[in-house]
C-alpha cells in the first residue's frame, strides 16, 4: 500500500540519471528515505567529459560531480557507494546488495545505465588494451598517452574520436579502426561522418575504414601491435576500444521485466511493475515525437526520465515532450545533434563546411524537420530543437539560403 511521499525509494545506479533522479525527488518535496547505490566508488558525476576535458587535464575527477559531496548529507540522501546489487525481489519489494545488506523500498528506480561492449578476440586481455567509462578509466589514459606514443582507436563513434582527438592533442601518433564504410554509421548521417573524417585527418589522425580488428599481439604480457582481417599488422603502445555499449539490464531480466534492448518502459519512465521505474541509458523508452520506440545514450534522455519519474511519483506535471539530443566535441569542433533521422528523409546543408560553420538538416518528405546536425552553429541547433519539438514545416530552399533568417525559414 503507498504511504504517499513518505516510502522509502530505493535508486539502483548512481550515474547522471540516478544522482538526478535522487536530488529531484527532494526538490520535488519526497520527505521518505532515499537510498542511491552504485558500483563505483565516486557520487554521481557528469561522463561526457571524460574523453575531452578529463582526458586533457583540464579538468579534475571532483570537478565532474553532479552534486557536492555535502549535498547528500544535508538532504538525507543516502549513498551507498562501490556497492553490488545482488538482486531485486518485486514481490517482498528489496533490493538485496553484497555483504548481505537489503533495502526494501516502496519504489525503485532502475538506473544502471550501460555496459561496454567487449571485444571477443585474442590478446583482449593485455595490458595496454583499454576502455573508457568510467572517470578511472579516463585518469589512467591520460597517464598512459605522451607525444609520440603509438594509439590505435577500435571504433569511429562518438566516444572513439573524442578519445583520438584528445589523444591526438596530447602528441600522441593516433590512428581510429572502423570496421564500416564510414565513420559514425549507428549516429551521424553519412554528409557529417565525411565531414569529421576530413577534418580528422586534417588534424593528423589516420582512419582505416572497413577495418577489422581480428586480435591483438603482445610482448611481456604488453600490446604491441592490433591484427586486422585484412592480414595488416598495426604496431602501437596502446588500443583503446571502443565499439559501443549494451545495456545493463541484467538485474530487470533476473527480476523478470520486460526487456528489449534495454528495460521496456512508457512515457513517464513506468515498467510493467508499477513499484519499479527505470531511466537513462538502460532503457527502451517512447520517443514522443517519433512514434517510435530508441534507446538512447545521453545526458538529455537520463535528464528528461528522472524528471518523469520525479514528477509522477510526487504528483507534478510531467515534463514537456522535447526533442532527444546530444553533442560532441572533437577538436575545435562542436557537433550538437537534435531529433532522429528517417530513411528517405531530405538532406539539407546551411552554411559552409569549408568554414567549419554549418549544419545538416534532415526533413520528412512533406518537409516537416525531423533532425540536426549542427557543426560550430549554435543558433542554428537552437532553431532546429524548438522546430522539431513543434513539428515545424521548414522548406528545404529556404532553409539553404542563409539570406533567410532562422526565424523566417519555418512556414507552419
Request: aromatic share 4%.
Given at each position: 500500500m503507498s504511504t504517499g511521499m513518505h516510502g522509502p525509494v530505493v535508486v539502483v545506479g548512481a550515474g547522471h540519471?540516478?544522482?538526478?533522479?535522487a536530488a529531484l525527488l527532494r526538490q520535488y518535496g519526497w520527505v521518505g528515505a532515499i537510498t542511491l547505490v552504485g558500483a563505483e566508488r565516486r557520487a554521481p558525476y557528469q561522463r561526457p567529459p571524460l574523453s575531452k576535458g578529463l582526458m586533457l587535464g583540464k579538468v579534475a575527477p571532483d570537478e565532474l560531480q553532479l552534486k557536492p559531496d555535502a549535498f547528500y548529507a544535508e538532504r538525507q540522501i543516502a549513498l551507498r557507494l562501490g556497492r553490488e546489487v545482488l538482486r531485486i525481489d518485486r514481490e517482498s519489494r528489496q533490493v538485496h546488495l553484497d555483504g548481505g545488506e537489503f533495502l526494501p523500498y516502496e519504489h525503485l528506480v532502475i538506473a544502471t545505465g550501460a555496459r561496454l561492449r567487449p571485444?571477443?578476440?585474442?590478446g583482449a586481455g593485455l595490458a595496454g588494451v583499454v576502455s573508457l567509462r568510467t572517470a578511472d578509466d579516463a585518469m589512467r589514459l591520460r597517464e598512459a598517452v605522451r607525444p609520440g606514443t603509438r594509439v590505435v582507436v577500435v571504433g569511429g563513434g562518438y566516444?572513439?574520436?573524442?578519445a583520438a582527438a584528445s589523444a591526438r592533442s596530447l602528441g600522441a601518433e593516433v590512428c581510429v579502426l572502423e570496421r564500416e564504410d564510414r565513420l559514425m554509421a549507428r549516429v551521424a548521417s553519412?554528409?557529417?561522418?565525411?565531414?569529421?573524417?576530413?577534418?580528422?585527418?586534417?588534424?593528423g589522425v589516420a582512419?582505416?575504414?572497413?577495418?577489422?580488428?581480428?586480435g591483438f599481439d603482445g610482448e611481456a604480457e604488453r600490446v604491441r601491435a592490433a591484427r586486422l582481417a585484412d592480414g595488416r599488422v598495426l604496431p602501437c603502445d596502446l588500443?583503446?576500444?571502443?565499439?559501443?555499449?549494451?545495456?545493463?539490464?541484467?538485474?530487470?531480466e533476473q527480476a523478470g521485466l520486460a526487456c528489449e534492448d534495454g528495460i521496456v518502459v512508457d512515457e513517464e519512465a513506468r515498467t510493467g511493475d508499477p513499484a519499479v521505474s527505470a531511466i537513462g541509458d538502460c532503457t527502451r523508452r517512447p520517443i514522443a515525437l517519433f512514434e517510435r520506440r530508441a534507446r538512447l545514450?545521453?545526458?538529455?534522455n537520463a535528464m528528461e526520465q528522472a524528471k518523469q519519474v520525479a514528477a509522477r511519483l510526487c504528483g507534478k506535471p510531467q515534463p514537456p515532450a522535447e526533442a532527444p539530443w546530444t553533442w560532441s566535441d572533437q577538436f575545435d569542433l562542436r557537433l550538437q545533434i537534435a531529433g532522429l533521422t528517417t530513411p528517405g528523409d531530405q538532406v539539407v546543408v546551411r552554411g559552409d563546411p569549408e568554414g567549419r560553420a554549418f549544419a545538416i538538416?534532415?526533413?520528412?518528405?512533406?518537409?516537416?524537420?525531423?533532425?540536426?546536425?549542427?557543426?560550430?552553429?549554435?543558433?542554428?541547433?537552437?532553431f532546429a530543437r524548438m522546430a522539431i519539438g513543434k513539428r515545424m514545416r521548414t522548406p528545404g530552399e529556404r532553409l539553404r539560403d542563409v539570406a533567410i533568417p532562422l526565424k523566417e525559414v519555418a512556414i507552419a
Amino acid at each position: 500500500m503507498s504511504t504517499g511521499m513518505h516510502g522509502p525509494v530505493v535508486v539502483v545506479g548512481a550515474g547522471h540519471a540516478g544522482g538526478t533522479v535522487a536530488a529531484l525527488l527532494r526538490q520535488y518535496g519526497w520527505v521518505g528515505a532515499i537510498t542511491l547505490v552504485g558500483a563505483e566508488r565516486r557520487a554521481p558525476y557528469q561522463r561526457p567529459p571524460l574523453s575531452k576535458g578529463l582526458m586533457l587535464g583540464k579538468v579534475a575527477p571532483d570537478e565532474l560531480q553532479l552534486k557536492p559531496d555535502a549535498f547528500y548529507a544535508e538532504r538525507q540522501i543516502a549513498l551507498r557507494l562501490g556497492r553490488e546489487v545482488l538482486r531485486i525481489d518485486r514481490e517482498s519489494r528489496q533490493v538485496h546488495l553484497d555483504g548481505g545488506e537489503f533495502l526494501p523500498y516502496e519504489h525503485l528506480v532502475i538506473a544502471t545505465g550501460a555496459r561496454l561492449r567487449p571485444l571477443p578476440v585474442p590478446g583482449a586481455g593485455l595490458a595496454g588494451v583499454v576502455s573508457l567509462r568510467t572517470a578511472d578509466d579516463a585518469m589512467r589514459l591520460r597517464e598512459a598517452v605522451r607525444p609520440g606514443t603509438r594509439v590505435v582507436v577500435v571504433g569511429g563513434g562518438y566516444i572513439g574520436l573524442e578519445a583520438a582527438a584528445s589523444a591526438r592533442s596530447l602528441g600522441a601518433e593516433v590512428c581510429v579502426l572502423e570496421r564500416e564504410d564510414r565513420l559514425m554509421a549507428r549516429v551521424a548521417s553519412r554528409e557529417l561522418a565525411a565531414f569529421v573524417a576530413g577534418y580528422a585527418r586534417g588534424q593528423g589522425v589516420a582512419i582505416e575504414l572497413g577495418a577489422s580488428v581480428v586480435g591483438f599481439d603482445g610482448e611481456a604480457e604488453r600490446v604491441r601491435a592490433a591484427r586486422l582481417a585484412d592480414g595488416r599488422v598495426l604496431p602501437c603502445d596502446l588500443a583503446l576500444v571502443g565499439i559501443g555499449v549494451l545495456a545493463e539490464q541484467s538485474l530487470a531480466e533476473q527480476a523478470g521485466l520486460a526487456c528489449e534492448d534495454g528495460i521496456v518502459v512508457d512515457e513517464e519512465a513506468r515498467t510493467g511493475d508499477p513499484a519499479v521505474s527505470a531511466i537513462g541509458d538502460c532503457t527502451r523508452r517512447p520517443i514522443a515525437l517519433f512514434e517510435r520506440r530508441a534507446r538512447l545514450e545521453s545526458v538529455h534522455n537520463a535528464m528528461e526520465q528522472a524528471k518523469q519519474v520525479a514528477a509522477r511519483l510526487c504528483g507534478k506535471p510531467q515534463p514537456p515532450a522535447e526533442a532527444p539530443w546530444t553533442w560532441s566535441d572533437q577538436f575545435d569542433l562542436r557537433l550538437q545533434i537534435a531529433g532522429l533521422t528517417t530513411p528517405g528523409d531530405q538532406v539539407v546543408v546551411r552554411g559552409d563546411p569549408e568554414g567549419r560553420a554549418f549544419a545538416i538538416f534532415h526533413l520528412s518528405p512533406e518537409g516537416v524537420l525531423r533532425a540536426v546536425e549542427a557543426v560550430n552553429s549554435p543558433m542554428d541547433f537552437a532553431f532546429a530543437r524548438m522546430a522539431i519539438g513543434k513539428r515545424m514545416r521548414t522548406p528545404g530552399e529556404r532553409l539553404r539560403d542563409v539570406a533567410i533568417p532562422l526565424k523566417e525559414v519555418a512556414i507552419a
